[in-house]
């Protein structure tokens, strides 16, 4: 079956350092991935949508000079939280679709900021 | 491997039924489930949840069961309605590996007026 992998699992930084989040298919291509940020009551918003080869696609409030999205393969996307502050501490978790019109979620990664 | 699954990629109900909605998991160490909606274009948003010390929580129309000597999960919506439409996504989680996310692939819902 289809997997979703994210490296790191945890990363603990200080205030203002930049932090990269991976996100790998690891036994199909993604053309598309997505990245998402648990908020309170656990749901999932969604912050931007990644496509290979091409600019990723941001949702309205999301700063893309603050989460800086890289799809550098059709098995790769990367998430870079830059000058990370406490205020974004939080769960982050990227989906992947191959061609069908199915999601396979990564196991998400939890970023604290101290 | 998968270790969350929904192996119903569609499911089409009438409106005023019932609809079931099922997942099955394979890490015995899960002890935390939840349901997630999704609508086209957005998160998905969460529905309702279940401890493993629980065998079945309510709320409202929505109802989840859990068979842990099965490993299986089922949402159970009643009375299904239009709006519910959507797509439901299952998760799992491990209290001793930091509450990881693992989710199904998703299981689309439409009901029919």
């Known amino acids: 079956g289809a997997v979703v992998s994210q490296h790191p699992s945890r990363v603990i930084c200080k205030s203002g350092t930049s932090v990269k989040i991976e996100c790998r298919s690891l036994?199909?291509?993604?053309?598309?991935m997505f990245w998402y940020r648990q908020f309170p009551k656990q749901s999932l918003m969604l912050m931007a949508t990644?496509?290979?080869?091409?600019?990723?696609?941001?949702e309205q409030g999301v700063e893309k000079d603050k989460f800086l999205i890289n799809h550098a393969s059709l098995t790769l996307s990367t998430l870079t939280v830059t000058s990370a502050h406490p205020e974004d501490s939080s769960f982050y978790i990227c989906?992947?679709?191959?061609?069908?019109?199915?999601?396979?979620f990564g196991p998400g990664t939890r970023l604290t900021v101290l | 491997d998968q270790q969350v699954k929904q192996n119903s990629p569609s499911l089409s109900v009438q409106e005023g039924r019932i609809s079931i909605l099922n997942c099955d998991y394979t890490n015995s160490m899960f002890d935390y489930f939840l349901w997630y909606k999704k609508y086209p274009a957005e998160g998905p948003t969460f529905l309702i949840s279940?401890?493993?010390?629980?065998d079945k929580n309510e709320d409202g129309r929505f109802t989840v069961f859990l068979n842990k000597s099965a490993k299986h999960l089922s949402l159970h919506i009643v009375p299904s309605q239009p709006g519910d439409s959507a797509v439901y996504f299952c998760?799992?989680?491990?209290?001793?590996?930091?509450?990881?996310?693992?989710f199904g692939t998703g299981t689309s819902l439409t009901v029919i007026p």
């Open positions: 989906s992947a679709t191959p061609l069908a019109d199915t999601q396979y």
């Open positions: 279940i401890s493993s010390i629980k």
């Open positions: 998760a799992a989680s491990a209290t001793n590996t930091g509450n990881q996310f693992y």
């Open positions: 990644s496509n290979e080869g091409s600019k990723a696609t941001y």
């Open positions: 036994d199909f291509q993604a053309t598309t």
